[in-house]
């Protein structure tokens, strides 16, 4: 079984930045596929951006391209999403998640994700 905790969510401005972090457990996360998804209140769940095993390939939804970036660091088995220019429209509980075949290509559809951390609140004020 895979656990991940997310952290770095908070209250910023309109315009600020935040950086949030997935710490993974088990020592086979280089070889996984991870995605960040978000949900707003009342809202369904959205893909926001996705990472391959090796780090070489991503993609990202077109609401954050150009703001966001999503990076991995499989030495600490961590993954990242730098979000910056941020607006009130982002605000939502981020989750990361990971897909635990390995070697697969980046994804943006949440059924083909195994397992989920529990998510970090992301609030932009205006």
């Known amino acids: 079984q895979v656990q991940l905790v997310e952290s770095g969510g908070g209250l910023v401005q309109a315009g600020g930045s935040l950086r949030l972090s997935c710490a993974t457990s088990?020592?086979?996360?280089?070889?996984?596929?991870m995605g960040w998804f978000r949900q707003a209140p009342g809202k369904e769940r959205e893909f926001v951006a996705t990472?391959?095993?090796?780090?070489?390939?991503?993609a990202y939804a077109d609401s954050v391209k150009g703001r966001f970036t999503i990076s991995r660091d499989n030495a600490v088995n961590t993954l990242y999403l730098q979000m910056n220019s941020l607006k009130p429209e982002d605000t939502a509980v981020y989750s990361c998640?990971?897909?635990?075949?390995?070697?697969?290509?980046?994804?943006?559809?949440?059924?083909?994700?195994?397992?989920w951390g529990q998510g970090t609140q992301v609030t932009v004020s205006s």
């Open positions: 990472i391959n095993w090796s780090g070489g390939s991503t």
């Open positions: 088990g020592r086979t996360f280089r070889l996984y596929t």
């Open positions: 998640a990971v897909r635990t075949r390995v070697y697969e290509p980046p994804s943006p559809y949440p059924y083909e994700y195994d397992y």
